[in-house]
């Protein structure tokens, strides 16, 4: 069975930093592209960033570029996102899948039906 695995969220203010993991059982992260999302309550989930699986190749939605980088650690099998200068809008349930149609990420985002196994998140909130 397999299950992905979200950790590391929690409350901070306002130009704060985060580190979020992400981590699986039953599969191997390393083969495969990895997508961090996020949603926030009363919105439609949204990509934040992407990771090919050699690392060498990412995405970031414009939100986030600048403040969050995405990283992998194929030895761990694990893929992390790094969130510094966080904003209020940032408050969200984080979320970590696998794109089984990809080895690499577009250059405008690969859309979430490609995603799958999702885990259950982490709560991200940022206060002013």
């Known amino acids: 069975q397999v299950q992905f695995v979200e950790s590391g969220g929690g409350s901070v203010q306002t130009g704060g930093s985060l580190t979020l993991s992400c981590a699986a059982s039953?599969?191997?992260?390393?083969?495969?592209?990895i997508g961090w999302f996020r949603q926030a309550p009363g919105k439609e989930r949204e990509g934040v960033a992407c990771?090919?699986?050699?690392?060498?190749?990412?995405y970031y939605a414009d939100s986030v570029k600048g403040r969050f980088t995405i990283s992998r650690d194929n030895a761990r099998d694990t893929v992390s996102l790094q969130m510094n200068s966080l904003r209020p809008e940032d408050t969200a349930v984080y979320y970590c899948?696998?794109?089984?149609?990809?080895?690499?990420?577009?250059?405008?985002?690969?859309?979430?039906?490609?995603?799958?196994?999702w885990g259950p998140g982490t709560q991200v909130s940022v206060s002013a």
């Open positions: 039953g599969f191997f992260l390393q083969y495969y592209s």
């Open positions: 990771i090919g699986n050699s690392g060498g190749n990412t």
């Open positions: 899948a696998a794109n089984l149609m990809r080895t690499r990420c577009s250059a405008q985002g690969d859309a979430q039906h490609e995603y799958a196994y």
